[in-house]
């Protein structure tokens, strides 16, 4: 299957910072990617979608100012926590599709925690 | 409104023991229903995906049925090495979405 990468795995950082999450795909263009946010032994809860070159489309209830992401290439896309805050630690997990493809490819994860 | 359960929310069985976990949906129009393993701390990795009902997708222990209403994984002859949550997605017809069932979480003891 398709590789996507994300960075880093892990990150802790202090209340009140910002953090910033890569989500790579590497050997392929992913035209759209999906961020998602994941609580302890519970399923993925889609956070946002992202298409490359547009604004991304949040999910309902989710801060727009407070999850920014872009998708500025076709291999890259961020999310940025801004002014973190300790409820905002989680596990957060990006995925890609590309073009014309219904699979999603996962990136690792990345544990936050916020201090 | 599209939703995914998944059933039990957990399982255990020995060695040897043949099962089944169970995906429910209700969905505007199925584009697809995909498969997925995850391991604690990791992201999820790709099983199967299925399109049609009747379709069925094999792979080594696994394998993946679909009807109108439901997808069943069905694992024969586990082995520890397949404990580990399976999560189950649908992607409607209407959008780019996926949306992601709870998860059953698979123990497997020798």
């Known amino acids: 299957g398709a590789v996507v990468s994300q960075h880093p795995s892990r990150v802790i950082c202090k209340s009140g910072t910002s953090v910033k999450i890569e989500c790579r795909s590497l050997d392929f263009q992913a035209t759209t990617m999906f961020w998602y946010r994941q609580f302890p032994k519970k399923s993925l809860m889609l956070m946002a979608t992202?298409?490359?070159?547009?604004?991304?489309?949040?999910e309902q209830g989710v801060e727009k100012d407070k999850f920014l992401i872009n998708h500025a290439s076709l291999t890259l896309s961020t999310l940025t926590v801004t002014s973190a805050h300790p409820e905002d630690s989680s596990f957060y997990i990006c995925?890609?599709?590309?073009?014309?493809?219904?699979?999603?490819?996962f990136g690792q994860g990345t544990r936050l925690t916020v201090v | 409104e599209d939703q995914v359960t998944q059933s039990p929310e957990a399982l255990r069985l020995q060695e040897g023991e043949s099962s089944s976990l169970n995906c429910s949906y209700t969905?505007?129009?199925?584009?697809?229903l995909f498969w997925y393993r995850q391991d604690p701390g990791k992201g999820p990795e790709f099983l199967f995906t299925?399109?049609?009902a009747g379709e069925e997708k094999e792979k080594e222990r696994l394998k993946a049925t679909l009807t109108k209403k439901e997808s069943f994984l069905h694992i024969t002859a586990p082995k520890p090495e397949d404990s580990a949550t399976y999560l189950c997605?649908?992607?409607?017809?209407?959008?780019?979405?996926?949306?992601f069932g709870a998860g059953t979480r698979l123990t497997v003891k020798p």
């Open positions: 969905v505007s129009g199925l584009r697809g």
């Open positions: 992202s298409n490359e070159g547009s604004k991304a489309t949040y």
């Open positions: 997605a649908v992607q409607p017809s209407t959008n780019n979405d996926m949306r």
């Open positions: 995925s890609a599709r590309d073009q014309g493809g219904t699979e999603a490819f």
């Open positions: 299925l399109y049609s």
